[in-house]
């Protein structure tokens, strides 16, 4: 069984590197977005000797060497320094928060409607139907044909290896729901969670968790890790039984 103190560890190390980013780790975690995510950096994971304001100004002056605009910070309570404060007082914009949810995946029961199922990811045809729901939900890129078989590739790899999968989910058999799991140390990172809007509140999303789940102990995971934003998941992943393991907050500065 993972103790406290693993999880919060096992959420503090979770960060995401997509295709075609760039990423650098000196003082904080950094990463450059592809153009396909919309750009910009992201940060995370402080662990620095400097002061709150020092870390940021490298941070910023890393974001503008790479030539974008956007500098996005997410908060951890494992961080040093914090630079809460810090983002505060330069005028950061709070743009998002998530909560930080565990379970066992053993003691997870989920009640999935009539309707609605899902199936883990093993075709194009799939991988072009989660794309199609990716693509309004998150407001990014779609991917051209080779995106698309790469994508796959990606995805049948790291289930064949058991690093990971990818589900989808449907309501009457048409496709308006997916996301991902990582497995980690007996830890099924659950991420990538999306629903069409018009698709919202009708088991979707809960059939798409339990196909994770389900998938993911078959793959050695023993843990279910997830954030989830406050205004969607995080509603019912309560719900399911999930605990609660704090917050964590996004803040968004524009770097001139």
Do not use: C
Not at 46 to 74: C, K, N, Y
Not at 108 to 128: F, K, M, N, W, Y
Not at 208 to 216: D, F, I, T, Y
């Amino acid at each position: 069984m993972h103790t406290i103190d693993d999880i919060l560890r096992a959420s503090a190390a979770w960060v995401w590197f997509p295709r075609d980013s760039e990423q650098e780790k000196d003082h904080l975690q950094l990463v450059r977005y592809p153009q396909r995510f919309g750009g910009g950096v992201r940060a995370s994971q402080v662990d620095s000797t400097a002061d709150a304001a020092a870390v940021l100004e490298h941070a910023i002056a890393r974001t503008r060497a790479w030539g974008e605009s956007q500098f996005t910070f997410w908060t951890n309570a494992s961080d040093r320094p914090d630079l809460e404060d810090e983002l505060h007082r330069r005028g950061a914009e709070h743009i998002d928060t998530v909560t930080v949810f565990a379970l066992p995946i053993s003691g997870i029961e989920i009640d999935v409607p009539a309707g609605a199922t899902a199936e883990v990811v093993r075709s194009l045809d799939q991988v072009r139907e989660v794309d199609s729901i990716n693509v309004p939900v998150w407001e990014q890129a779609p991917l051209d044909e080779d995106g698309l078989r790469v994508e796959l590739d990606e995805v049948t790899a790291a289930l064949a290896s058991g690093d990971g999968l990818r589900v989808i989910g449907r309501l009457d058999g048409e496709a308006v729901s997916t996301g991902g799991s990582t497995i980690v140390d007996g830890f099924a990172r659950l991420w990538g969670a999306a629903t069409l809007e018009s698709a919202r509140g009708r088991g979707a999303y809960r059939a798409v968790l339990a196909e994770r789940l389900r998938a993911s102990a078959e793959l050695g995971a023993t843990t279910a890790l997830v954030k989830g934003r406050i205004a969607t998941s995080a509603p019912i992943l309560t719900r399911v039984g999930f605990e609660r393991f704090g917050d964590e907050r996004a803040y968004r500065l524009t770097v001139t």
